[in-house]
């Protein structure tokens, strides 16, 4: 089997939800790290509002990651879509595998 065309919605939306688990694991350490710099200089008179910008990332970069990726997606899909018209797609091979039986 070949893959010719995917769909250019359904694989930005992939791309975004993938896009956001990424930005939401690195927004975590970034937190952590935030948040352990914090506690070191507490009693060097750090800011306190400095440990916020650390969660900010929490919310900030999974929007950031999931709307690039999104966009990102999109435009690999479509170039994908185009090209495989030129150079053929993908090609991939599949197995039908039967049930299992729950004698087995």
Same mark, same amino acid.
């Given at each position: 089997?070949?893959?010719?065309?995917?769909?250019?919605?359904?694989?930005?939306?992939?791309?975004?939800?993938?896009?956001?688990?990424? %930005?939401?694991?690195?927004?975590?350490?970034?937190?952590?790290?935030?948040?352990?710099?914090?506690?070191?200089?507490?009693?060097?008179?750090?800011?306190?509002?400095?440990?916020?910008?650390?969660?900010?990332?929490?919310?900030?970069?999974?929007?950031?990651? %999931?709307?690039?990726?999104?966009?990102? %997606?999109?435009?690999?899909?479509?170039?994908?879509?185009?090209?495989?018209?030129?150079?053929?797609?993908?090609?991939?091979?599949?197995?039908?595998?039967?049930?299992?039986?729950?004698?087995?």
């Amino acid at each position: 089997m070949v893959l010719r065309s995917v769909g250019v919605l359904s694989v930005g939306k992939i791309s975004g939800a993938i896009g956001v688990f990424i %930005g939401l694991i690195f927004g975590f350490f970034f937190a952590m790290l935030s948040a352990a710099g914090v506690a070191l200089k507490q009693g060097n008179g750090a800011p306190i509002p400095a440990m916020f910008a650390g969660i900010g990332v929490l919310i900030i970069a999974p929007l950031f990651y %999931g709307i690039f990726m999104f966009i990102m %997606g999109i435009i690999y899909a479509a170039i994908y879509n185009l090209l495989a018209g030129f150079v053929g797609g993908i090609e991939m091979d599949f197995e039908r595998r039967l049930p299992i039986s729950p004698t087995n």
